[in-house]
């Protein structure tokens, strides 16, 4: 049963491209994903976006402007210019019209040792210009098997939202649920495991602001499929998918967000 502030969050779908892709490739993917959209015109979907490598903003941009698909990110850096050689400030996301960026992704935290508190930087600076932080959180399997997923995600919410409040920008955020042990194993998370991490998240996220949490999305991320999807969607704390290998295929991306549609 939704409740009335469940109601009110339209679903979002996702998806992350990690780093594959070129031009041709993306032309191809993008100009299929459009064309299943404008067929379905007047269906019900979920609002979709792509982030994209960012050296493929441009052509996001230029491909999408004026099209129901938004694009961004999947990751920003905190600072805004000055000696920090291969990374990208929001300014720059800005110039290319991106309306937000993932950030804290666990590829990112895992490989690039990105801590709490350089993702909550990052999220601030999203916020703070006006774009949206989708700021991903999850457990490994280590954590999971010990018993200390919901208490492990939760602390990493509340580290990122705490930062949001202080600045009166929390509303802007979106969180994906992504258990580390489900990201390209083609092993979701059953969806009743899902939405009790989600609700978790939720009491969380109220703890600190109660009218923001109860607007805020939460995606759930990892092995999501069409197959899948509306299963997902149907629980009343999942609000959209982060969806990576999946999104690379125009057809099973576009029926992940016609199953996510909360029709
Ligand atoms: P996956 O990736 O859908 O391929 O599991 C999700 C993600 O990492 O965002």
Redesign the pocket.
């Known amino acids: 049963m939704l409740n009335s502030a469940a109601l009110q969050r339209s679903s979002w779908v996702v998806g992350?491209w990690?780093m594959n892709g070129g031009l041709s490739d993306n032309e191809a993917l993008l100009s299929g994903l459009l064309g299943l959209l404008e067929d379905h015109a007047g269906g019900s979907v979920a609002q979709c976006a792509v982030a994209v490598p960012a050296p493929y903003l441009f052509q996001s941009m230029v491909r999408l402007s004026g099209h129901s698909v938004g694009w961004g990110s999947q990751d920003v850096s905190a600072e805004t210019s000055g000696a920090f050689t291969g990374e990208f400030s929001v300014a720059m996301l800005q110039d290319f019209e991106a309306q937000f960026s993932i950030v804290g992704?666990?590829?990112r935290r895992a490989r690039h040792a990105e801590t709490d508190a350089v993702v909550a930087a990052k999220a601030v600076a999203l916020a703070d210009a006006g774009l949206v932080p989708l700021i991903?959180v999850g457990e490994s399997i280590q954590v999971r098997d010990s018993g200390q997923a919901v208490e492990s995600v939760c602390l990493q919410v509340r580290h990122v939202a705490q930062a949001l409040h202080a600045k009166a920008l929390l509303s802007h955020a979106v969180f994906?649920y992504?258990p580390i042990w489900?990201?390209?194993?083609g092993r979701s998370a059953a969806p009743e495991q899902a939405q009790e991490m989600h609700a978790a998240i939720r009491r969380t996220l109220s703890e600190i602001n109660a009218q923001a949490a109860a607007q805020i999305r939460l995606l759930y991320?990892?092995?999501?499929k069409a197959a899948t999807a509306a299963a997902l969607a149907a629980q009343p704390d999942i609000d959209g998918a982060?969806?990576?290998?999946?999104?690379l295929e125009a057809k099973e991306f576009f029926e992940i967000a016609c199953a996510m549609s909360g029709e």
């Open positions: 992350n990690k992704h666990s590829e991903c994906a992504e489900a990201i390209g194993t991320g990892g092995s999501v982060l969806v990576g290998g999946a999104s």
